[in-house]
C-alpha cells in the first residue's frame, strides 16, 4: 500500500516539458540503395523536393511527406554543391569552381541544360575550399561566402578564400566582406539584409552570426591578402593583433566587425551551418519572425531573435530542438510552416545517430512556455515570453546572469573571458503586454554575451519552462529614453 501511494505521488508531480511535446521530428524515409549526404534542398512544389549531395548529386523526391517517397536522380556530376535555390524556372547552385544553374528543359526528370553563372574565383585543391550558397537579394544578386582551406597547402594559395561574395544577374564577382573562416550558412532576411553563420576556430573565438555590409572585415587574416586586389571592396586592415578582446578589437582593427549573436561553445552548439527565418505568420508555432540556426557537430536547430540597436544587428539564442539524426547543413522552411533540416557527419563529428539524414520539424499545435524574446532596454533586458508567468512563482522564481566576451587570437577558439556575475533587480511587469517584464541589470557591458538562466518560474496554466536558458550578445548598450 505504502508503494502504490508513493507510485501516484510520483504521478501527480508535474512533468518537466519536452521538446517534442510541441515539435516533432519526422524523417523524409531514404531509400538503402540513396547516399543522401545533404547540402542543399530545395522545395520546387507541393509535394516535390530537390536535395543535393556533398557527393556531386541532385535527388529529386516527389511525395516526401508519404511513407514512400520516390527519390530520382535528377543531376549529377557536380562537385560538392553545398546549397540549391530556384528562381525564375532556374535551379542555382554553388560548387567548389562555380555558381551555376540547371533545368530539366524537355520534362524527363533529369536537368539536361547547365550554365554556368560564375566561376571568376580558383581552387587550389585544399580539401575544406567549400563554398556556400547561393542566396539571393531584393536586387537579384546572388550571395555566396567562401571557406578557408584547413591543414595543408600542397598546392599553394587562391585568392578570396574566407570572403563573402556579391554576385550580379550578369555574373560579375563582388567581394562584399573579408576575414570569414568556415561560413557554412549564408541567408537573405525577409527584409534584405545579408547574414553568414561562421564555425569557432583560429581568430574566431566563438562561432558567431553576422550581419555582412559591403567592406567589412570579420576578422580572420587568412584571406584578407585578397583585399589588395582592383575587385576587393574591402580595404586592407593591416596586421591583426594577436590576443586583443573582441570589444577592443572594433576600435584597433580597421573596419572590424563584431557579430550579430556569439553562440556559446558547447551551449548553444559547437558549428552553426544553414539558416532559414520562420515566415510563416504562425502555422510553425509562437515565433514568426525568428530565425532558425542549425548545427553541424550538436545535431540541433536552435533559435535567435534579433533587433537593431545603434544601427548594429544584434540579438539572443535560445535552445530549440535537439535530438536530430546528425549533423545539419541545410534548412529550409517549407510551404504550410515546417522547418526541413538536412545533413550528414562526413567530415567531422556530430551528435545524431545516422550518417545523414532528411528530416521535418512540425509543431503540434501546443503552445509552448518559453522565453520568446529577450531584448536590450535602457538598464537591463526586456523578457517576453510566449505565456504569461504565474505572479505566485514569479516572486520566488530565481534568475541569474553573468556576462563575459572572448579574445581575437590565433589560437583554436576562445575560453570565456572577463566572466562577472550581474546584480539582477525584480522583474516587473509590463502593462502593455502582461507576457512582458522589465529585468534591471547592474553592470551591463558593450561587447560581451549577457547569459541568463531562469529558474522555478510557471506560466498561469501551470507550464514550466521548456527551456531556460536565454544568451544575449550586447555589442550596442540600448540608449536612454529622449
Known amino acids: 500500500m505504502v508503494i502504490t501511494l508513493s507510485l501516484l505521488a510520483v504521478a501527480a508531480l508535474p512533468q518537466q516539458p519536452q521538446e517534442s511535446d510541441y515539435y516533432e521530428v519526422i524523417d523524409v524515409t531514404i531509400p538503402d540503395e540513396v547516399v543522401l549526404e545533404v547540402g542543399g534542398i530545395e522545395q520546387i512544389g507541393p509535394e516535390t523536393l530537390l536535395a543535393c549531395t556533398r557527393r ?18 535528377w543531376a549529377d556530376g557536380l562537385q560538392e554543391p553545398l546549397g540549391l535555390l530556384s ?27 547547365f550554365r554556368t553563372v560564375c566561376d571568376t574565383w580558383n581552387i587550389s585543391g585544399n580539401y575544406h575550399e567549400y563554398n556556400f550558397g547561393p542566396r539571393i537579394d531584393p536586387e537579384g544578386n546572388f550571395w555566396i561566402t567562401t571557406n578557408k582551406p584547413f591543414g595543408g597547402e600542397p598546392f599553394g594559395r587562391v585568392e578570396w578564400r574566407g570572403w563573402a561574395m556579391k554576385i ?48 567589412d572585415f570579420h576578422g580572420h587574416p587568412w584571406g584578407i591578402g ?31 566587425k563584431l557579430p550579430a549573436v556569439w553562440f556559446p561553445y558547447d551551449k548553444m552548439g559547437r558549428s552553426p551551418s544553414g539558416m532559414a527565418w520562420d515566415t510563416s505568420e504562425g502555422s510553425f508555432g509562437p515565433f514568426a519572425g525568428h530565425l532558425f540556426v542549425g548545427d553541424q557537430y550538436s545535431a540541433e536547430l536552435m533559435r535567435v531573435s534579433l533587433e537593431q540597436v545603434d ?37 567531422w563529428a556530430a551528435l545524431g545517430a545516422d550518417p545523414w539524414a532528411l528530416q521535418r520539424l512540425r509543431w503540434t499545435g ?46 583554436y577558439g576562445s575560453k570565456e573571458f572577463e566572466t562577472v556575475e550581474l546584480e539582477l533587480g525584480e522583474l516587473r511587469s509590463l502593462s502593455v503586454d502582461p507576457r512582458s517584464y522589465y529585468l534591471p541589470v547592474e553592470g551591463l557591458r558593450a561587447g560581451y554575451v549577457h547569459e541568463l538562466h531562469v529558474e522555478g518560474l510557471r506560466s498561469v496554466d501551470g507550464d514550466e519552462l521548456v527551456h531556460h536558458d536565454a544568451y544575449y550578445t550586447l555589442i550596442r548598450l540600448a540608449p536612454e529614453p529622449e
Not at 539564442?317 to 550528414?344: K, N
Request: charged share 25%; net charge negative.
Open 56 to 73: 556531386g548529386e541532385v535527388w529529386r523526391i516527389d511525395d516526401f511527406r508519404s511513407e514512400t517517397p520516390e527519390f530520382s536522380l
Open 87 to 113: 528562381h525564375q524556372g532556374w535551379i542555382y547552385s554553388v560548387t567548389r569552381g562555380e555558381l551555376l544553374r540547371m533545368r530539366d528543359a524537355n520534362g524527363d526528370g533529369r536537368a539536361d541544360q
Open 168 to 215: 550580379t544577374p550578369e555574373g560579375e564577382m563582388i567581394p562584399m566582406a573579408g576575414g570569414l573562416r568556415s561560413p557554412a550558412g549564408v541567408e537573405v532576411a525577409p527584409w534584405g539584409d545579408v547574414f553568414y553563420t561562421d564555425n569557432q576556430g583560429e581568430w574566431c573565438g566563438a562561432s558567431k552570426l553576422s550581419h555582412i555590409e559591403e567592406g
Open 226 to 256: 585578397s583585399a589588395k586586389l582592383p575587385a576587393s571592396r574591402v580595404e586592407h586592415p593591416g596586421e591583426v593583433p594577436d590576443g586583443i578582446m573582441m570589444p577592443k578589437a572594433e576600435g584597433v582593427v580597421p573596419h572590424f
Open 311 to 347: 544601427g548594429h544587428w544584434q540579438g539572443a539564442c535560445y535552445p530549440f530542438r535537439h535530438g536530430l539524426g546528425t549533423g545539419l547543413i541545410r534548412v529550409r522552411q517549407l510551404d504550410g510552416g515546417e522547418m526541413l533540416v538536412g545533413g550528414s557527419d562526413r567530415g
Open 366 to 411: 501546443k503552445v509552448p512556455f518559453e522565453i520568446h524574446e529577450m531584448k536590450a532596454a535602457p538598464g537591463g533586458f526586456l523578457l517576453n515570453f510566449t505565456k504569461q508567468a504565474d505572479p505566485d512563482t514569479l516572486a520566488d522564481a530565481k534568475l541569474t546572469m553573468k556576462s563575459y566576451t572572448y579574445e581575437l587570437h590565433a589560437a
